[in-house]
């Protein structure tokens, strides 16, 4: 941790000289103030493992250029007078430019109809539409190209919308897409992508950001953003765990948020962007801000824009489950409350969020569909607090969407394919009880049933999609660009560790290394994981509905999504998800670290290829021949590092 706080002090003096060379600030702003708020990995080679992160992202960020920024002229002074107007005003200059392309690209008139058109939605393939009723538009991830196969006007539809740079489009029923790698463009799957400076849009229309990754090189994220923009960031605390807040940049504060024992990490990666026409994008992403992991690695990014609410809604204390709520209690969670305060009483009066629940109450939501799944560092005691937070806040989700898989013999089996940069200590009991959960299915049945029984269960089917030796050494890169995935020796040799399931991680857009966590959950008709262990030794009897169902159970099952897709910083660890423990009538769980993700419906197999990162079928590891990718046995990157 101390050679990780001398990288951060370093970014932090470059950072600081640019901000001096960029801008001329007073000197009431300048001055850096420290202020505390009293508002499973295998613990030595997870935090080992992220130093090395650190340390590999650092040493790219040292060698690489600064990504250019677009910056179209800011809209005019006074569009900006109320959030209202100024977000009817910039419709109205996008509508006025797209009519604009079209003349050029059709070299025909078009009638412009002389108004402001309402936000449009983004054209999606079918597929997607038809099942677009409420639910998640998520399977846009290659929405804006088109298959080699396609017809001519399929073709010229995408061209028409693809006029308009990616930097200059809004994505009103949110967009999934891999990030823009430079060692494969154009990508072999022809997905469209996403760039940092497309993501956050032209620095000069930013009135505020708040901003989220474990890795973060400041200097290098500093200069997409204008030197007046106030900025939080959201970052890892030091080895004591205490969260703290402190003034970095020039209008730039730094939170970190609470560690029990100094044990875990802040992993989550988001952004919420405020815009001077009063528009919010909400960001959802797998990579940290540093350089390396937006250029050399493939990582994916969810995001939607919101449009500012006409008038504030009242703050509702009851509404905790929707996604502006969870997302204002991971800021909560992660120290943003007392960093807001600080640059609201400071230089910063009159900023769009002025409180934490402003979120729900001036932005609207309703075109959310993707449930938001966050993790949160600590211990989670009853059922209230359990069910907001790590695996069972996914049970909890995927049956909110009605995908729960159902119990006896009605029950579907759940195949789960697992992308990730970082492999955990498994056990079947753990995996089981992370299993339990993605089917929708409670908790409670999981604790009634006994400790004994629920260690004996074999492995469920679930796909573990790492990069394996031969991956990784054939990869652009090569062994040198592995430095950000993580396997032990130890783990993989353990004597029972689950070798048998894991799977080669080959990204579909060529031969670069994924840092993407996805799952991706199908279903198919099987029986229930404790019907099958009771068949096979003879033992025990089938759970009953009526035995394990609460009778005020009214959740059904929904035939028609063949299962559903998570995105987000989890890795496929008891770190990441937690450990459940504690009775069915007081469950606790225990969670080490501070993730964030996404979870939508898959509604057909074609569904689930768009979202996908990985090439599926994944390969099987053959055994005896296949190893995975392990840091500590590559000489190359050793040699590197030590350099």
């Known amino acids: 941790m101390q050679e990780r706080d001398l990288y951060m002090d370093k970014d932090l ?40 992160e650190n340390r590999a992202s650092k040493t790219e960020s040292s060698r690489a250029t600064t990504q250019s920024v677009h910056c179209p002229e800011p809209p005019s002074q006074s569009a900006r007078n109320t959030p209202a107007a100024s977000f009817l005003s910039e419709r109205a200059q996008m509508e006025r430019e797209r009519l604009e392309r079209l003349k050029r690209l059709r070299g025909q008139d078009a009638d412009d109809g ?19 009723n409420g639910r998640a538009n998520i399977a846009s991830a290659s929405s804006s190209s088109v298959p080699s196969g396609s017809s001519t006007s399929s073709r010229t539809a995408s061209t028409s919308i693809n006029s308009t740079p990616t930097s200059e489009q809004l994505f009103w029923n949110g967009e999934l897409r891999p990030t823009a790698n430079k060692h494969s463009q154009p990508r072999q799957d022809g997905k469209p992508t996403f760039r940092l400076t497309e993501v956050l849009g032209s620095k000069s229309d930013i009135s505020f950001a708040i901003i989220a990754s474990y890795a973060m090189s400041v200097s290098w994220i500093y200069e997409f953003f204008a030197p007046s923009t106030p900025v939080i960031v959201v970052a890892q605390p030091d080895q004591s765990g205490q969260p703290t807040i402190k003034n970095i940049l020039p209008n730039w504060v730094m939170t970190v948020p609470f560690l029990r024992n100094g044990r875990g990490c802040q992993h989550m990666k988001f952004m919420l962007i405020f815009y001077k026409t009063g528009r919010l994008r909400v960001v959802i992403s797998t990579a940290n801000l540093v350089d390396h992991d937006w250029r050399d690695i493939e990582n994916a990014v969810w995001l939607q824009d919101l449009p500012p609410r006409s008038a504030p809604i009242p703050h509702d204390p009851k509404a905790i489950d929707d996604f502006p709520s969870i997302m204002q209690n991971v800021l909560r969670a992660v120290n943003v409350r007392p960093a807001l305060a600080n640059m609201l009483a400071n230089d910063h009066p009159n900023l769009p969020l002025q409180t934490i629940n402003d979120l729900r109450m001036k932005w609207d939501w309703s075109k959310v569909k993707v449930k938001l799944v966050p993790s949160i560092a600590g211990k989670h005691e009853g059922w209230p607090n359990v069910v907001l937070t790590g695996h069972t806040r996914l049970m909890k989700a995927v049956r909110d969407m009605g995908l729960r898989t159902g119990k006896g013999k009605a029950a579907k089996d759940l195949l789960i394919e697992s992308q990730g940069s970082s492999i955990g200590t498994y056990s079947t009991q753990w995996v089981n009880e992370f299993y339990w959960s993605a089917r929708g299915e409670s908790a409670e049945d999981w604790l009634d049933e006994s400790k004994a029984r629920r260690a004996k269960l074999p492995w469920p089917p679930v796909k573990i999609v790492f990069p394996s030796l031969k991956t990784v050494r054939d990869s652009v890169l090569g062994e040198l660009g592995g430095g950000t995935m993580f396997c032990r020796t130890n783990q993989w040799e353990a004597s029972k560790f689950p070798r048998e399931l894991f799977h080669d991680s080959n990204s579909t857009g060529g031969r670069v290394l994924m840092h993407t966590k996805m799952i991706i959950a199908t279903y198919r008709p099987k029986k229930s994981i404790f019907e099958t262990s009771s068949q096979s030794n003879g033992k025990g009897k089938e759970l009953s509905d009526s035995e394990t169902e609460p009778e005020s159970d009214d959740i059904e099952i929904q035939n028609d999504p063949i299962g559903w897709a998570y995105v987000g910083s989890h890795n496929f660890t008891p770190s990441a998800w937690g450990t459940l423990s504690g009775s069915g009538f007081n469950p606790v769980l225990n969670v080490v670290n501070y993730e964030l993700g996404i979870v939508f419906p898959l509604y057909d197999a074609k569904d689930a290829e768009r979202v996908s990162c990985f090439k599926r079928p994944a390969r099987k590891y053959v055994s005896g021949q296949d190893r995975p990718w392990i840091q500590e046995e590559s000489q190359l990157l050793r040699q590197s590092q030590e350099m």
Do not use: T, Y
């Open 114 to 132: 002389g108004g402001i058109s309402p936000p449009a939605k983004r054209q999606h393939v079918p597929s997607s539409e038809k099942h677009a």
């Open 13 to 52: 003096e470059r950072a600081l000289a640019l901000s001096l060379r960029e801008s001329q600030v007073n000197a009431s702003s300048s001055r850096a103030i420290s202020i505390s708020d009293s508002e499973d990995d295998d613990d030595d080679r997870f935090q080992s493992g992220r130093l090395q």
